[in-house]
């Protein structure tokens, strides 16, 4: 087991462009989580999958945002007319649901996106 | 809405002395509550878990937190200090049923003087 990759690592755009990130959770894993990170703040969630159902939005996913996770497994998170406010490291973190809780969650290295 | 608040943005302390990293936390249940720490270039990685099962939680690394339900406070310590410690800590809050999403605080950047 590798634990949760995400690719890329790193993205520079322009603003305007549409970007698209990868996370690969721990195989058995059927939750999977993504936050967002800016420089000098806790990472803050940005939405929930159980399985491939997107049960939770943060309101900070505004309508240029959009996840999936078709089958269950990978999770893309995209980002339509990126903004340079949209620069920050962006986390995707997994775990695996069981009674009794809490189900700790595993956290990838993140995509660090910088919008020019 | 359940929140937590770090006292202290950067904390230094001397090789071998005492680690303390202070968290309070607001919630109108019963929270679960976590300690994380990230490195440079790295994910997140749990040190402990406060799940209501004992007030007094040991970590890795040489950490514990203990819960404290009158001071509203879950303070992280390391009784002696190493040079592979220097790194950011996050505390997080959890709620006890639904997607379990976390909630974290600022984090403490912690240095350590050799």
């Known amino acids: 087991d590798t634990g949760v990759s995400q690719d890329p690592r790193h993205k520079i755009t322009k603003r305007g462009q549409n970007v698209t990130f990868r996370c690969d959770p721990i195989s058995e894993h059927n939750r999977l989580y993504w936050y967002r990170q800016t420089l000098g703040q806790g990472p803050e969630f940005l939405t929930y999958f159980q399985n491939e159902a997107q049960l939770e939005k943060s309101r900070l996913l505004s309508d240029r945002f959009s996840a999936e996770r078709p089958k269950g497994s990978f999770s893309t998170l995209e980002i339509q007319r990126t903004e340079q406010g949209d620069s920050a490291m962006y986390l995707c973190?997994?775990?695996?649901?069981?009674?009794?809780?809490?189900?700790?969650?595993?956290f990838g290295p993140g995509t660090r996106l910088t919008v020019l | 809405a359940q929140s937590v608040t770090q006292l202290g943005s950067h904390v230094s302390v001397s090789e071998g002395a005492l680690v303390l990293l202070r968290c309070n936390y607001s919630s109108s249940v019963p929270p679960y509550l976590f300690w994380y720490v990230q490195y440079p270039n790295q994910g997140l990685q749990l040190l402990l878990k406060y799940t209501s099962a004992a007030t007094l939680v040991k970590g890795i690394n040489g950490f514990e937190a203990e819960f404290k339900k009158s001071e509203t406070s879950f303070h992280l310590t390391k009784p002696s200090a190493h040079m592979s410690d220097a790194a950011e800590y996050f505390c997080a809050v959890s709620p006890n049923f639904g997607n379990e999403k976390l909630t974290f605080g600022t984090g403490t950047r912690l240095t350590i003087i050799p």
């Open positions: 973190a997994s775990s695996l649901e069981l009674r009794g809780g809490p189900n700790e969650q595993f």
